[in-house]
Nanobody, 115 residues
Framework: QVQLVESGGGLVQAGGSLRLSCAAS????????MDWYRQAPGKQRELVAH???????NYADSVKGRFTISRDNAKNTVYLQMNSLKPEDTAVYYC?????????WGQGTQVTVSS
């Protein structure tokens, strides 16, 4: 029902910025809550940012004040603007949504932050 494709990852130095995009297929995007997760090697996947269909947002404490999640319903896209990046932000970033009991995940995009 929903396909998600992340893009925008790359290699940056500490203090730099990246903007991740998650393009969604499907006609109900505007009604969906969207999330960004990340997973570093050897660590559990963690929720980074959250945005509701109405635009309300929440962030993990570790990224609060540095990351901003937003959405453009006309483009069926959710964004994650990442500023003041730190080496500990290095991970594969995934976008996610769910419809009832079914979760939908993108393939992920690698973010690497060098010191």
């Amino acid at each position: 029902q929903v396909q998600l494709v992340e893009s925008g990852g790359g290699l940056v130095q500490a203090g730099g910025s990246l903007r991740l995009s998650c393009a969604a297929s499907g006609r109900i995007f505007s009604a969906l809550t969207m999330d960004w997760y990340r997973q570093a090697p050897g660590k559990q996947r963690e929720l980074v940012a959250h945005i509701t269909s109405g635009g309300s947002t929440n962030y993990a404490d570790s990224v609060k004040g540095r990351f901003t999640i937003s959405r453009d319903n006309a483009k069926n896209t959710v964004y994650l603007q990442m500023n003041s990046l730190k080496p500990e932000d290095t991970a594969v970033y995934y976008c996610n949504t769910h419809i009832f009991l079914t979760n939908y995940w993108g393939q992920g995009t690698q973010v690497t932050v060098s010191s």
